[in-house]
């Protein structure tokens, strides 16, 4: 029996989450727990993921402050257990992306997994992306190897889906490697035009974007991206999606009304996963969904509605909470590291083989 931590930050930026499981046989989620992430240091995250003035000392300094962040979110979970840092085996810290253009062959996670270490006193496992860049890959989504762990054993033509700032699936097909990619903008437009708007952090239940109409001809443009176009192996991040890319289309377009846009938003969410769902896998039987985008109903009707012949569930209909999937991957990822296990599936990112993913830093 081991015990790992996973820490994970996404896109949204809303907050850190952090997992506690048990790696037997079996894994197993123990405890979890959740961090907002400070308004300043959303702030500066955001504004790094351009290039801008003295941008190299601004990371350097925010990720020291994640770091932090996520050493006291994990001090409080262990007190909260009653354990100590000795009997965490790793933690598996994904940190904070703030650049990914692996057609230029890079991509950048911040988090300072040094002081991570040195602030936790447990052996940190980080920079899970780039070896499988180095290797031709896209570096993501890394994902769909552990998604296969948890739900291969169902049997069935399977696809999982991942909803948080961007989406991406993991097809799992019986006598078929696991294979996924991309899809496009999860919630990340969602939660920016809200945010512009309404000045909400997010649109909770997809309410306020039920409340418009699509509008099929921005649809149609949104569509039109080319990275739309094919079933990869892509991966794609804020380089290309993202309000400057949205503002684009409108200057292009008649005004709509600002719910329209919402609107239209989720339904571009909607059709890019359920289009390259069908062009990637036939006879799909379910769709589970974790991320933030499986707690938005109105989503999650538009996915069931568009996939009529599978059934469209969130992971808790297999006892698995899809607020905690991806954390709890990458504790599963710090795991495969010490062990020595290929974790990268080139039939997802287009690597030249299997490798090892992250780079360990002792306690």
């Not at 992430?37 to 925010?62: F, K, N, Q, T």
């Not at 094919?230 to 309000?243: I, W, Y």
């Not at 008649?254 to 571009?268: I, M, S, W």
């Not at 607020?323 to 990822?333: I, K, S």
Request: with cysteine; hydrophobic share 45%; glycine share 12%.
């Amino acid at each position: 029996m081991a015990l790992y931590l996973g820490v994970m930050s996404g896109t949204s930026l809303d907050g850190l989450d952090i997992a506690l499981i048990e790696q037997r046989e079996q894994l197993h989620l123990l405890a979890t727990h959740y961090l907002p992430m400070p308004a300043d240091l959303r702030h500066e995250l955001l504004g790094l993921c351009a290039s801008g003035p003295d941008e190299i000392a601004r990371a350097a300094l925010a990720e020291n402050r994640w770091a932090c962040l996520a050493a006291a979110g994990i001090q409080q979970l262990l007190a909260e257990q009653g354990l100590g840092a000795d009997a965490i085996r790793a933690i598996g810290s994904h940190g904070q992306t703030i650049r990914h253009e692996p057609a230029r062959g890079f991509t950048v996670q911040i988090g300072n997994p040094a002081l991570l270490a040195e602030l936790t006193g447990v052996c940190v496992v980080a920079d899970f992306r780039r070896r499988d860049v180095a290797a031709g890959g896209q570096g993501a989504p890394l994902v769909p190897a552990f998604h296969e762990t948890l739900f291969g054993h169902l049997g069935q033509q399977l696809a999982v889906l991942n909803v948080g700032g961007f989406s991406n699936l993991s097809l799992i097909e019986r006598n078929r490697p696991v294979h996924g990619f991309d899809c496009g903008p999860g919630n990340v437009l969602l939660d920016a035009w809200v945010e512009r708007k309404r000045g909400l952090a997010y649109d909770a239940n997809g309410a306020w974007a039920a409340s418009g109409s699509v509008q099929a001809d921005l649809l149609g443009a949104l569509l039109s991206d080319s990275f739309f176009a094919g079933n990869g192996p892509k991966s794609t991040g804020r380089e290309v999606f993202n309000l400057a890319w949205l503002d684009g289309h409108l200057a292009r377009l008649p005004q709509y009304r600002a719910e329209d846009v919402q609107a239209t938003l989720l339904e571009l969410t909607a059709r890019s996963i359920i289009d390259s769902l069908r062009n990637a896998q036939q006879g799909t039987e379910a769709l589970l969904v974790c991320g933030g985008g499986a707690r938005n109903g109105a989503l999650m009707a538009r996915l069931a509605a568009l996939l009529p012949q599978a059934s469209v569930a969130s992971t808790m209909a297999h006892g698995i909470d899809p607020d905690w999937v991806e954390a709890m991957a990458f504790a599963w990822l710090a795991h495969c590291c010490l062990e020595g296990i290929a974790a990268n599936r080139p039939s997802v990112t287009a690597a030249k083989g299997l490798r090892v993913l992250g780079a360990i830093y002792p306690a």
